[in-house]
């Protein structure tokens, strides 16, 4: 029997590769049967996929395929049996998606419609694609059509020159996956590093956050900008850990967050923690000021040279134009909607449940950054005369930032199964048990069919109070945890 903790047999990694190649190739196949096309119909319901030409091919490709693609990453959760053999592995798995239609997703007709609209001497943060005219609005989802851009600049400029190389639709989609493709290398790039810093396993951090169904189908077979925001991110962490202290690598690692952030604002919640990791607690304040200017100048910079100044901050708020009960918040605020119903009333608990959360969200962020401070400082104080290990400061800076989009994720308004790729990366660096979070990853990956219809739309009532009733089971969890206090003498 395999000792616990130790590498699985050979023949499993093996099996694992051949099972999670098999699932991409099939989720490659039911993109190209009934994935987000361009001329893909909108508004249509799971059954209504599975009776149209093709449906059944198509559904049950993309259920075998994600299940193969799970079942296999999960297999080898403990870490792939060398750096190497994980990158081999997430590379090939990729492959099919990276040659298939848009899957998962319509959001890349989005990005490109957006991109249209800046390239064209228009303010996407003022006017949404119908409005300014894009071509190919009937390929973006009705519901965004009119809403201004949530991204920030730096993620716009790059969509603006995907739409001019591209020259035509399916060349800016080219070249926008390639964009995101991009993101990931520099992701996987910075991987082995920032796990050394960490003092963590590097074949286990890059399978975790490389290989998981949730990067093949959404970051590269959706093209999600959320790989560009890894990419930065990580290039950000890697660099402040790697010159711990050094103003001219805190200016360095500040200006790639900054970028983070002006490609998606969730990026924000990492700085803080980045400014953790330098060698002593002394040098915080310090380390704070140079990391902040560096990011400072980068969204400053960014937002004055593109000339679209500060309108994607507004942007954000429409965001949660969509109601999923995939976001706890809001899977809350629709029960007690439901309790309002049944009582007569009608009570649009939606909103404030979402209100009350982000109040929370903020409050959390800040416990998470004393928290991991005064850890630091604990563990400083302990050591007789030399500082913390590196590796032990970098990691709690790391698990530190990975539980801030850990809460960012669970509190937010709205939840997509993409935005799971945001703490996956880091946990996948800090974070020394693995099932808690790589679980949920996997559930996620089943919550969307191949031309981005969201099962979550309709699962709304039982969605709703499944996820209220596992909400309240893990407070019960959580409370029942805590050591009983000690009577006062």
Request: net charge positive; proline share 8%; charged share 10%.
């Amino acid at each position: 029997m395999t000792a616990p903790g130790a590498l699985p047999p050979l023949s499993r990694p093996s099996v694992a590769r051949s099972a999670g190649l098999l699932g991409a190739v099939l989720l490659a196949v039911a993109g190209y049967l009934g994935g987000a096309l361009p001329d893909a119909p909108l508004n249509v319901t799971p059954v209504s996929i599975w009776r149209a030409p093709g449906g059944p091919a198509t559904v049950t490709c993309w259920l075998v395929g994600t299940v193969l693609l799970v079942g296999a990453w999960w297999s080898l959760r403990a870490g792939a049996p060398s750096t190497r053999w994980a990158y081999v592995t997430a590379t090939l798995w990729a492959l099919p998606l990276l040659l298939a239609p848009p899957v998962g997703s319509r959001d890349v007709y989005s990005y490109a419609c957006q991109g249209w609209t800046y390239a064209h001497g228009l303010d996407p943060y003022a006017v949404g694609v119908a409005a300014a005219g894009c071509p190919w609005q009937d390929t973006v989802a009705p519901i965004w059509r009119d809403t201004p851009a949530p991204y920030g600049p730096v993620f716009v400029l790059l969509a603006a020159l995907a739409v001019s190389l591209g020259g035509g639709l399916v060349g800016a989609l080219v070249a926008l996956r390639l964009i995101a493709v991009a993101g990931l290398v520099v992701a996987a790039c910075c991987l082995p590093g920032l796990a050394r810093a960490a003092g963590l396993p590097a074949r286990r951090a890059v399978w975790l956050a490389l290989a998981g169904p949730l990067v093949g189908v959404h970051l590269v077979g959706g093209a999600h900008n959320d790989a560009v925001m890894l990419g930065l991110l990580l290039c950000g962490l890697l660099v402040v850990l790697g010159g711990p202290d050094r103003p001219s690598a805190l200016l360095a690692a500040g200006a790639l967050l900054g970028c983070a952030v002006t490609v998606k604002a969730t990026a924000v919640v990492v700085v803080p923690f980045a400014v953790l990791a330098g060698t002593s607690d002394r040098t915080v304040l310090r380390n704070g000021v140079w990391l902040g200017g560096g990011l400072a100048a980068a969204v400053l910079g960014s937002s004055a040279l593109t000339g679209l100044g500060f309108g994607w901050v507004g942007g954000l708020t429409r965001s949660g134009d969509s109601e999923q009960w995939t976001s706890p918040p809001t899977a809350v605020g629709f029960v007690v909607d439901y309790a309002g119903m049944l009582a007569g009333r009608d009570p649009q608990a939606v909103p404030v449940a979402r209100a009350v959360a982000l109040g929370l969200l903020a409050a959390v962020l800040v416990a998470l950054w004393w928290r991991t401070w005064r850890r630091l400082r604990r563990d400083q104080a302990g050591t007789d005369g030399p500082p913390v290990a590196g590796s032990a400061r970098g990691r709690m800076a790391l698990h530190g930032a990975a539980l801030a989009l850990v809460a960012t994720v669970v509190l937010s308004p709205v939840f997509h199964p993409w935005y799971a790729t945001w703490p996956l990366a880091l946990l996948a660096l800090a974070a020394t048990r693995t099932t808690w979070f790589v679980l949920p990853a996997g559930l996620a990956a089943l919550l969307v069919l191949p031309d981005g219809t969201n099962l979550a739309r309709f699962t709304k009532a039982p969605g709703a109070l499944a996820m209220t009733a596992l909400l309240l089971v893990l407070l019960v969890r959580v409370r029942s945890s805590r050591p009983a206090r000690r009577p006062r003498p």
